[in-house]
């Protein structure tokens, strides 16, 4: 059973940074066989996916895009979420997601999701 874990959430200002975190256990992480994501969910709001990683190829949102990066540590079985320069309307709760590759990561269906860590930026 994949289990997914995020931290590293909290509150900063704009213009802050955050990394958030997300250990994996049941799974090993491998860009070759599976997809990796991040999702963000404001209040009122769709989710909506920040960055996908897999089969070599990392793919961001246009919103995010030269302000987010997407890495995987294998050796602490984590994928990780770097936010720079975040900006209020970067305010959600955000998750990561797994699922087995089978094609393009950014439009697959995740099967395994963590619980979510909230971010909040003020302006």
């Known amino acids: 059973q994949v289990h997914l874990v995020e931290s590293g959430g909290g509150s900063v200002q704009a213009g802050g940074s955050l990394r958030l975190s997300c250990a994996a256990s049941?799974?090993?992480?491998?860009?070759?066989?599976?997809?990796m994501a991040w999702f963000r969910q404001a209040p009122g709001k769709e989710r909506e996916g920040v960055g996908y990683t897999g089969d070599g190829l990392t793919i961001y949102a246009a919103s995010v895009k030269g302000r987010f990066t997407i890495s995987l540590d294998n050796a602490k079985n984590t994928l990780y979420l770097q936010m720079n320069s975040l900006k209020p309307e970067d305010t959600a709760m955000y998750y990561c997601?797994?699922?087995?590759?089978?094609?393009?990561?950014?439009?697959?269906?995740?099967?395994?999701w963590g619980q979510g860590t909230q971010v909040t930026v003020s302006s």
């Open positions: 049941g799974h090993t992480y491998s860009s070759s066989r599976y997809c």
């Open positions: 997601a797994v699922t087995r590759y089978l094609g393009p990561c950014d439009i697959s269906s995740y099967n395994y």
